[in-house]
């Protein structure tokens, strides 16, 4: 009676467990969706809090507060957005899992946004508009104020819609739109701006092309080598030799003007030495990791693997020190003109500023990252190891090149670019070697050419929302700084 009775009591007892099971699964079905944004909420509330114990409540504490929570929603969509760039490739070729991805990203991120990140920015974008055309301090903060907001809120845009845009773009779009509406047409630089234009077309073809130029050597000196591991031997040294003098080069050029201003010839000297280190380091490495290798494309992943991890860790570093300053520059003009009633072309970066923004950034990669980065690693077209590499060195020359040539890139279009350069020299290399697998076949054995181009190696539905964004970026950006000055000056 009594082993009948403790029975009935534990099966009421699993019944009552599976009940509280079951909720507990319901409530994390329901909570998941709405962590993230409570976290970002909490972070943001926090910025707030920490604008007004810093900076205090005299001279107008208030807008200072306000803009340093609009600057963490900043920072938080450039981490969602921007940082996929360095990590999507490396995720995609499955030399880095999401986790490792972000965690190294964000370490990266903050490293180069503190250490580096630029101690005076720009109060005016770029020399995008004409400082003597806006004269009172008041109109000034709320035109900085409009210019924050409307860029945070484009960037978000891009984001919900898995289209990854240039965080720079966006600043220099909603100051053109505030600066318009607060001075008018003539106040907007548009040679500056006509050269901002022109590099939405030479930033992602440029970095295209580079990279494609390197999927082709590399398919060419070793993947389509009879003896693939000895070619990988001779090869794969001098390709990270030319991976680390070209980051050494674009650090010392981008990522190291808060400690030292180096001169681009200066840089490539840099680069140089750090290449033959990294060339003398990595042959024997290579002849190590290659012992016992199969002769098959499959192997020589492997050799590619710590390179691209290192590669990616780098261009997250030197994005740090570079792009902080879209979320902050504008917060740290309005800390400047709150606090001494004037404003200049140039301020320099409080530490509780440049925190915010180091630390919302890898906030906003933490919690919507992942969207972004599975996006380009892997929806574009498909990479591995090889490409992905080819990808990141493209994005570290390419800035050089422009560096050289003066011209105003930006590193999302860049890396982007050199995704769909990739993907569409592996289309043109299978077109030629379709030609040719054709031409030796019996007629009834031959792919239609129509099946042929059916098989896309990028996707075109990707490709258009991506370009379309891009070109939309500005313009979006001006309008809705535009009218959010129009408003911020009427009713507050």
Known sequence: MSDTLSKKRWQALDSDLNRISRVETANSHIVRPILAPGIALAFIALAGLSAAVFFGQANGGLIVVAAAVFGAYMAINIGANDVANNMGPAVGANALTMGGAIVIAAIAESAGALLAGGDVVSTISKGIIDPASVQDSSVFIWAMMSALISSAMWVNIATWFGAPVSTTHSVVGGVVGAGIAAAGLSAVSWGTMSAIAASWVISPVLGGVIAAMFLALINAKIQYQDDKIAAARRWVPILVAVMAGAFATYLSVKGLKRIVKIDLEVALMIGLAFGVLAWSVTVPWVRRKSEGLENRTKSLKTLFGLPLIISATFLSFAHGANDVANAVGPLAAIVHAAEFGDFASKVSIPTWVMVIGAFGISFGLFLFGPKLIKMVGSQITKLNPMRAFC??????????VASWLGLPVSST?????AVFGVGFYREW?????????????PPEQ???REEHQRRKLVRRSHFMTIVAAWVVTVPAAAAMSAAIFVFLTAFV
């Open 391 to 400: 990808v990141a060195l493209s994005a570290a020359i390419t800035v050089i």
């Open 446 to 448: 031959r792919l239609a």
């Open 429 to 441: 290399h299978s077109d030629q070697r379709w030609k040719q697998s054709n031409r030796q076949r």
């Open 413 to 417: 279009h860049i890396a982007v670019g």
